[in-house]
């Protein structure tokens, strides 16, 4: 039987998307995939508020967070680490042999826009990054006051990681000053996982320019030159831009703003559902993110346990990550998800509780 999923990534993914998937093969440098390459693009700008350009990868998100680090730090970046996800930035950086200085945070706490401003000050970065969703703990961090900081910092490249909150929360990338905001299809997008898309700033390309070694495969300056002609550099996973075209469609059928609030509430009804059975958050109050919840598990049962019992309805959560796993659960409530699906689901935990 199908498990599903409510786990943070892959997510479920609905059969027309599946099936988007199957349109018959065009080859890359036809028209048909102008157009098609096109019109994703400018939807993906209407789902950010943005008038940047936006680079489809066909590669998973960490490519993306490569392909950023190597095209937009030249001396030092800023890491801020707040979970499992935020610490990749500063292993990314590290791994192609830039300076990393660390803001290390509590795990569960959000990313405060003081600790930023205090290390900017010094002049010594030229980007900073973070998750704006912690998937690992269920923490979204306050953009707005954080792009606040950095705008008083305007040559320091604003890298946001936002896996698995995009599509799901409201990311108004112009107003904000992002320059590079990212994300895989496999989370909130609800696509099967191996594309990823970021929108790249000016500035960012700017930077680029000034930069050396930005390597091969992600090379901004040649992703750009193809997506001046609505192509990409080698041969991307054209079905899966088929399916994202195609979901980018419904995504705007049912309203961007109507998206971001369904998560919102599915989100809120978790933590009530949470809180009325007396767990707590593993996320800092106030933070709690719109897709994922990371709950302490302070009844203490075996996640496994409650997965095994889940598999005979046909679904599936998650476990705390790395040390967390036991610790706490994770109930993602992001893409496709409705509602429904969450009522069903906490309604299958309690049977599980009460036994
Ligand atoms: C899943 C996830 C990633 C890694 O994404 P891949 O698509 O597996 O490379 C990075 N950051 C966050 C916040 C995530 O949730």
Known sequence: MHKKLFIPGPTEVRKSNLEAMATPMIGHRFPEFVDLFKETVEKLQKLLYTNNIIFISTSSSTGLMEAAMRNCVSKKVLSCINGAFSQRWADIAEANGKVVDRIEIEWGKAVKPE???EKLRTGEYDAISMA????????????????????????????????????????????LGIDVCL?????????PPGLAVASISDKAMEKAKSIENRGYYFDFLVMKKYYDKWQTPATPSIS??????HQMSDIIEEGIENRFDRHSKMAEYVRKWG???????????GYHSPTVSCINNTKGFKVKDLNDFLATKGAVISNGYGTLKEKTFRIAHMGDTQMAD??????WIDEFLSK
């Open 115 to 117: 600790m930023i401003d």
């Open 132 to 175: 704006l969703n912690e998937t690992s703990t269920g923490v979204l961090s306050d953009i707005e006051r954080i792009a606040e900081v950095m705008k008083k910092y305007p040559d320091v490249m604003f890298l946001v990681d936002a896996v698995s909150c995009m599509s799901g929360t409201k990311i108004d990338v112009d107003k």
């Open 183 to 191: 994300a895989g299809v496999q989370k909130a997008f609800a696509l």
């Open 240 to 245: 899966h831009i088929y399916a994202l075209n």
């Open 275 to 285: 809180n009325d059975r007396g767990f707590n958050m593993f996320s800092e109050e």
């Open 342 to 347: 969450i009522e069903e689901l906490l309604s």
